[in-house]
Structure formats: C-alpha cells, structure tokens
C-alpha cells in the first residue's frame, strides 16, 4: 500500500502528540502529570524542576512507591510529579533563594552548588550578592569504609540551639570596600576588636547571627534560641585597641555588617557512632531550614541533650504513633506498633538540646515528630 507524504505527517503527528500526553511536554511545562528519568536525574533535581523546591523529594519519593531506595532512579523509568503547588517554597525562602536563582541551575544532592542573587540597598539600586557554597549531604557520600564511623564535612556550618542569648566576642562593623553592605568568602572586613581584646593576627571567628526562639513541641516551654552560623573569618592584621582587619575565610550564608562572633572552635567531621546507654525519647524540635519537611541529609535540632544523656555519635529512630483501632469482633481497642520514619545521627550536644543530621528517611520528616534513642543497632 503508498502512503503518501501527507498521510505520513499525520500519522508521525499523532504519535507525538501520544509522547506528548503520556510523558509530559516540554522542559518548562509545570502541569505535565508523568517524566521520564534521564541520564543525571535525581528527585532532587526533579522537585527542584517542576515544583521549584527541592526540598520537597521525600514527598515524591512517597508518591512514586515503586521506588526503593531514592539515590537509585535510572534512565527510562517513570515519574508521578506532584502538582506545582504542592508545597511552598519556605525551604528557598529560608537560605536567601528565589526560585528564579534556583531553576537556573540543577542542583544534585551531595554536590556543592555556587548561587548568586540580586539585593535592593536602601538607595534602590541592585547590589550583586556574593557568591555563597551550599550543601546538600547525604549519608551514602559520607559514610566511612568503617561501619562506625560517619564523615560529615560540614560540621563547622551546622548551627545549634543555646538555651541563654549568646555574648558576641566583637561584630562586623564594616567594609574596607565602603560601597560593600553583603559579604561572603574571601571578601575584607573592619571588626570591633583589636589588640585591646587579646586579638592576634590569624586568630579566627565563626560569624553567626540569633534566628529566633525555639519551643519545644512537647510543652511549649522555651528551648533557647536557635544559632545560625554565617561563616568564618580570620585577623589578617590588628590596628588598634579595638579594630581590626579581616578576611572572610569561609561563607556559608549572606553576611552583613553587625554579625556578631564567636571564638572558633573546629568541630569533629568524623563521627564515632555509638549506642546510647538508656531510651532517651524527645522530639525534633527545629530545623536549620525553615523547610515544612525534611529528609535525609538535612540537620535539625532536638529537644535533649547531654543533661538527659544524650552524646555526640548516639543514633535516634525518628517515629509517630500510630492511632489505636477497635477490634471489630472483640471491641477490644488495639495499640498499633510506631511508624518508622527514619534515623537521626547527633553531631553536637549542647546542654538540654542537640544538634543532628539525619542518616535515613523512609518517610518525610516534620517538626514535632517522636525520636527514641538507639539502644541496639541495626533497628531501621
């Protein structure tokens, strides 16, 4: 049988017109319902795409139940998207983001990505924000050939919860470029201690600044106050009692002038993983982000520390309470095991509240849920 041309359009017309409908249409297209993996993808990267917040992939991850483990997608597979307003971009929001910085370039999970955005100064005009690293870690890229032992290089950016208001060694004060009001890595800053302190050339600082209270979940009663660490500068020369000039060694996030510093301490990257003496139970309190979930690699802090026993390398299993059934033929109200939910790792420990990252989720991760310490290894 001849086909001819135009029957043969129409027919190849049709069958992208199929493609189309089933996998999705274009790269910029938000209500496309199915993808298709491809080389590199990841669901990070792919909650990042279509819903312009990565931090979003455990709900992905949950709504795609064929897959599982989420750091093992592979090319041809298909993905159920959430809708593009499936949660708000409060992660973004929080690290200084705007979804139009973000989309601009994929960001994987592990990988350590450069941003830039734009910020109005009080004249109007657009100042350029300096470039700022951020990571992503995940467990499978820092865990060590030892079983017991687990690597987290970013110890130093991790933040705390302290249960008093800090007193500031001194604070940023300005720049040596006047024309300078945002700061980041290997930029020059004046800050208001000098010899005067007992301040010497190549003494470093962590530039930090108070992010507001924190509660606990439980009670409501007030944790302290929640400690983000900005980044990390160093005296390069002391010209009087009370000024001296720096340089920003490190940035972790936007830095400005008033920061305020701490003596710098090195925290441990590696962490010797160790089971906890008793069940201490509490709750996940606060989150270095002001994400609505979190999942693995992200830190957050909890509402007990070394008064209740708690040490650096102890493990939780994060969980909720299942709600009670009624036995339909007894009557008798039945007590469901807990939902597993994942695994936290403490990395620092403060005196009623720690600092941790978590290792596993198998599920998405919200503030207030239940964690009990692990006794014995292995559980999840």
């Known amino acids: 049988m001849k086909i001819n041309k135009r029957t043969l359009m129409f027919f190849v017309s049709a069958l992208m017109m199929i493609f189309i409908s089933v996998y999705g249409m274009t790269d910029t297209d938000k209500d496309v319902n199915v993808y298709i993996v491809k080389r590199g993808d990841t669901l990070w990267s792919i909650a990042l795409r279509f819903n312009d917040n990565p931090w979003i992939w455990p709900k992905l991850w949950e709504q795609n139940k064929y897959i599982t483990n989420p750091h093992l997608i592979y090319p041809g597979e298909s993905i159920s998207l959430l809708p593009a307003s499936a949660v708000p971009l409060t992660a973004i929001a929080a690290q200084g983001m705007t979804s139009t910085t973000m989309s601009a370039q994929a960001i994987t999970p592990g990988a350590v990505q450069p941003f830039t955005e734009g910020v109005q100064t009080a004249t109007g005009q657009e100042e350029e924000q300096p470039s700022i690293e951020t990571a992503t870690p995940y467990s499978s890229a820092f865990v060590t050939a030892k079983e017991n032992t687990y ?12 249960a008093h208001e800090l007193i500031s060694a001194g604070e940023i004060v300005a720049s040596l470029n006047s024309e300078k009001h945002i700061f980041g890595q290997h930029d020059k800053v004046f800050v208001d201690i000098g010899n005067g302190s007992g301040v010497n050339v190549g003494d470093r600082f962590f530039i930090y600044k108070t992010d507001g ?7 409501d009663d007030s944790l302290g106050y929640k400690i983000k660490i900005l980044g990390i500068l160093k005296i390069t020369k002391v010209d009087n009692s009370n000024v001296s000039e720096c340089d920003i060694v490190e940035s972790f996030d936007v830095i400005r002038v008033h920061d305020k510093l701490l003596p710098y301490e090195e925290g441990t990257k590696t962490i010797n993983i160790t089971l906890a003496a008793d069940p201490v139970q509490g709750y996940i309190a606060y989150g270095k982000t002001s994400s609505t979930i979190y999942g693995e690699g992200n830190i957050v802090y909890i509402d007990r520390g070394s008064n209740s ?20 033929a007894t009557g008798k109200v039945l007590h469901l095991p807990k939902e597993v939910l994942g695994k936290l790792l403490v990395i620092d420990v403060q005196s009623d509240t720690a600092t941790a990252i978590i290792t596993k989720s198998v599920k998405e991760i919200e503030i207030g849920n239940k964690i009990i310490a692990d006794t014995a290894s292995n559980i999840i």
């Open 151 to 162: 690597m987290y290089p970013s110890i130093d950016s991790a933040g705390f919860v302290t």
């Open 309 to 328: 026993g708690v040490r650096v390398g102890n493990t939780f299993v994060i969980y909720k309470d299942r709600k009670p059934v009624k036995d339909p």
């Open 213 to 219: 209270k924190v509660y606990d979940p439980a009670s």
